[in-house]
């Protein structure tokens, strides 16, 4: 009796290889989707524990944390380290938190020889997993330390607190200073010879709602010093000056029509050194997941300064949008066609501006 050998025939195998090959092409994309989605979850829980430690953190100290402390005293260092450090202990990072010398700002100080990283070392290269998001896995830069003859990078931080719109003439909200361009955001800086930093924040200072401010959101961390890499991470230069603008929006509007080229690259350093606390600031003049400039008249040299000076917005790898934490702890996922009147609105906790939840 002849056996007869079954096999495939060469075109059967091409026919299963394509419909195998389709299979991967339909289901890749939902594999990538079902991915994001579980990496943006994860970065609402950090910004949900961000504002749990925030509400402890005013609970303790009545005050929401600074920003930074800009002093030109030489008897009081400046303490530049941000609210990132300050919340540590709300994190379950009391041990980061107790390593940190809070006589000592995070790095440099222009009136002392002293080299603040090098006394921050330890606690600057420690990653602090809930100030990253894991949408955005890039490092910023190449900043390292030597801790124990061992070389570690200095790490990075994916969220930024809210200083509000930028700072103009007469833009100050009511009941506050007028003009000497105030902030008006929860963010703010305690100087002592600034006399534009507004006022410490407390939950008092929400007039206009817990529920309706945004205090802290995300951005995508910046590509450091490498030449001519674009995209969001990148801070422009404008070439406008904002004074000759009658408005936040006219502003944002013609910074909006400036095409972002590696010639007029400034700032790529966004994200870095998550302790300092004078670069870890952004700005609702701009729209969400839009590029990011500066001023004509702003240096962008790394002072403490810098980011009340930009146009740095949130920003992220999330399709379609930002998240962004409000002052009740509830975190939105704010979408790029937002509207600018509610996103200016919720920049400010006490700038009586009407607002519907459902615009957001």
């Known amino acids: 009796m002849i056996r007869i050998r079954r096999a495939f025939t060469l075109i059967e195998l091409l026919v299963v290889i394509a419909i195998i090959a389709v299979l991967i ?6 594999v990538q989707a079902a991915r994001e989605a579980a990496r943006r979850a994860q970065c609402t829980n950090n910004l949900k524990q961000i504002g749990l430690a925030t509400h402890n953190y005013v609970s ?3 005050f929401l944390p600074p920003a930074c402390v800009d002093s030109t005293s030489n ?3 400046q303490q530049n380290y941000g609210p990132h450090v300050r919340l540590l202990p709300y994190l379950e990072q009391t041990s980061a938190y107790n390593a940190w010398n809070h006589a000592f700002g995070a790095r440099w100080n222009s009136n002392s ?3 603040y990283e090098l006394i921050q070392a330890t606690v600057l290269t420690t990653e602090i997993g809930g100030f990253l998001c894991p949408s955005d896995t890039g490092r910023v830069g190449t900043s390292t330390e030597n801790i124990g003859g061992v070389t570690k990078y200095v790490q990075d931080c994916s969220y930024p607190f809210n200083i509000g719109l930028n700072r ?3 833009a100050a909200p009511p009941g506050t200073e007028s003009g000497n361009w105030v902030q008006n955001g929860p963010a703010y800086v305690l100087s002592d010879w600034d006399g534009a930093c507004k006022r410490p924040v407390s ?3 929400f007039s206009d709602g817990t529920s309706t401010t945004a205090i802290w959101s995300e951005w995508v961390k910046g590509p450091g010093g ?4 674009n995209g969001l991470g990148m801070v422009y230069r404008s070439g406008l000056n904002m004074a000759s603008f009658p408005t936040d929006i006219q502003f ?3 910074v909006n029509a400036i095409t972002p080229t590696s010639n007029n690259q400034q700032w790529g350093w966004k994200g870095e050194w998550w302790a300092f606390g004078g670069s870890l600031a952004y700005s609702h003049t701009n729209f969400p997941n839009r590029y990011a400039f500066e001023y004509s008249d702003s240096n962008g040299d790394g002072n403490d300064n810098r980011a009340m000076s930009t146009l740095i917005n949130p920003s992220s790898f999330h399709p379609a949008g930002v998240n962004v934490l409000f002052m009740d702890g509830s975190v939105r996922f704010v979408k790029n066609s937002i509207a600018y009147q509610p996103w200016y609105a919720i920049a400010t906790p006490d700038g009586n501006e009407p607002i519907d939840s459902d615009r957001l």
């Open 252 to 254: 944002a509007q013609a």
């Open 226 to 229: 490498v030449p001519g890499k």
């Open 113 to 115: 020889p002293i080299q």
């Open 168 to 170: 103009r003439i007469n």
């Open 60 to 62: 303790t100290h009545t």
């Open 75 to 77: 008897n009081t260092p």
């Open 25 to 30: 092409a339909l289901l890749l994309p939902a």
């Open 203 to 205: 939950l008092g200072s």
